[in-house]
């Protein structure tokens, strides 16, 4: 194999790489909880494109194990909050939260499409355009984390993590990074077949 170079490298890497802190998460929140968080998007200060993964199945031949593709699984997600004088995002996630359990009557919401709702987290270039958007469906929150309090902290806003739990997710954009046929909407596909039911 011939030497590279650094400049054929940096000729390869569009848009000199992808930067993890060009994006923007959008919360929707279900119509019992209500509408009044239109500004969430500006809070949410880290997330991640989702991960998902096959489980494997072992099956025994002859002293040799067999690995076959098994069912597709999706791990628990977590965005953090930046916490306002308003606490507008923390009040609406406890909320929702009890719609699903009440704190103190131990009843939950007998339909669960009345709390849950569909997130989405978009990945944007340097020059502003979408690269890459995943919708996450059927999310609710398994957890708000603690905000720690303490005389001895300074210069620091209060921050909060909710994990959240989805049936899977829809992905469009990507270019040509899914290796196979070099389509450019490969992973569109994510997620049709429960939508299609």
């Not at 300074?154 to 954009?173: A, K, L, M, N, P």
Request: proline share 3%; with cysteine.
């Amino acid at each position: 194999m011939a030497a590279r170079t650094i400049s054929e490298f940096a000729g390869k890497l569009v848009g000199g790489g992808a930067r993890a802190n060009q994006f923007e998460v959008t919360l929707n929140f279900p119509s019992a909880v209500g509408t009044g968080v239109a500004d969430a998007s500006f809070f949410v200060k880290s997330a991640s494109l989702p991960g998902q993964a096959i489980d494997e199945i072992a099956v025994e031949f002859r002293g040799r194990t067999l690995y076959v593709p098994g069912d597709r699984t999706f791990e628990q997600w977590t965005t953090t909050v930046i916490n306002d004088e308003t606490f507008m995002i923390r009040n609406a996630m406890e909320q929702w939260m009890n719609k699903i359990n009440n704190i103190r009557s131990n009843i939950a919401t007998p339909n669960m499409t009345n709390y849950v709702a569909d997130l989405i987290v978009t990945q944007y270039g340097k020059a502003g355009a979408q690269l890459k958007q995943h919708k996450l469906l059927g999310c609710w929150p398994v957890s708000i984390s603690a905000i720690e309090l303490s005389w001895d902290t300074r210069s620091e806003i209060e921050t909060f993590d909710v994990t959240w739990r989805y049936t899977d997710f829809q992905g469009t954009g990507g270019g040509k990074a899914t290796p196979g046929d070099g389509s450019t909407a490969v992973d569109d596909a994510v997620g049709a077949a429960s939508t299609a039911t």
